[in-house]
């Protein structure tokens, strides 16, 4: 391989909440391993949000532009927790970068970043969101199941999956164990919930190549091998496959 052809599809955008960006990060959070190894990573300083946000900024665009092979690198947002009627739970949300942050940030450096924005399908305006984000440029929709608390096999996401298919835009989901965001019901990470949203005929990006996350014990593997043979727009992504949980 020569030159910087590739592009990252699963890279994390973080952000402080500054009082303008829409984002949200529960004290519980705060207090998380997580993010106090980001915030010494990156020698951030929660004290001055905007300052902080911008220095993750320029710490990801100086690795980006280091690298050997990537040329773009798709910035991921992050979706809250939604109750039964389709509203914001905050009590239960413990980290959100809004979506109009991250396709501001995708603008602002068009030539390094496309937008991954982060639909819950529980929310009621799921569907408007989802044609919102496409009109303003979002390459694909990123969901975590696990910590948005919504099974991707409900049927009532239906409209949700066909106006991903109709906008073509791709839909990455987390897969297997979740533990950076305590998961809260962790068999919804398993695979073969996606099934519904390939039968609507949206492009399913699978995380961590459908690993399970917990060594030596990669139970979702036959899944992966069916849904790879049986649905052409079935993809898989190798982010953390490095890490020794994932190996």
Not at 141 to 168: E, G, I, S, T
Not at 190 to 198: Q, W
């Amino acid at each position: 391989m020569t030159g910087k052809t590739l592009i990252d599809c699963h890279v994390h955008l973080a952000a402080l909440p500054d009082g303008d960006n829409g984002c949200y990060i529960s004290p519980k959070m705060l207090r998380s391993p997580l993010f106090r190894f980001l915030l010494w990573k990156h020698q951030l300083s929660p004290s001055n949000p905007r300052d902080a946000n911008r220095k993750y900024l320029d710490d990801l665009l100086t690795e980006l532009r280091a690298s050997r092979h990537v040329q773009q690198a798709v910035l991921l947002g992050m979706d809250g927790v939604y109750d039964q009627n389709g509203r914001l739970n905050q009590a239960h949300t413990d980290f959100l970068i809004s979506n109009d942050y991250v396709l501001k940030t995708a603008r602002a450096y068009s030539n390094e970043f496309l937008a991954g924005v982060s639909i819950n399908p529980q929310r009621r305006d799921a569907v408007e969101e989802v044609h919102r984000c496409a009109d303003a440029g979002a390459a694909l929709v990123k969901v975590l199941p696990n910590a948005q608390q919504f099974n991707p096999a409900d049927p009532h996401y239906k409209p949700f999956y066909r106006a991903l298919a109709d906008r073509k835009l791709p839909f990455l989901s987390h897969v297997g164990y979740e533990f950076s965001l305590i998961g809260k019901d962790q068999s919804v990470g398993d695979p073969d919930r996606l099934k519904l949203a390939l039968d609507e005929g949206t492009t399913v990006i699978a995380a961590h190549a459908c690993s399970y996350g917990l060594m030596l014990y990669e139970r979702f593997l036959p899944t992966f091998q069916d849904f790879a043979k049986c649905y052409p727009h079935f993809y898989a992504d190798i982010s953390a496959l490095t890490l020794p949980n994932r190996l």
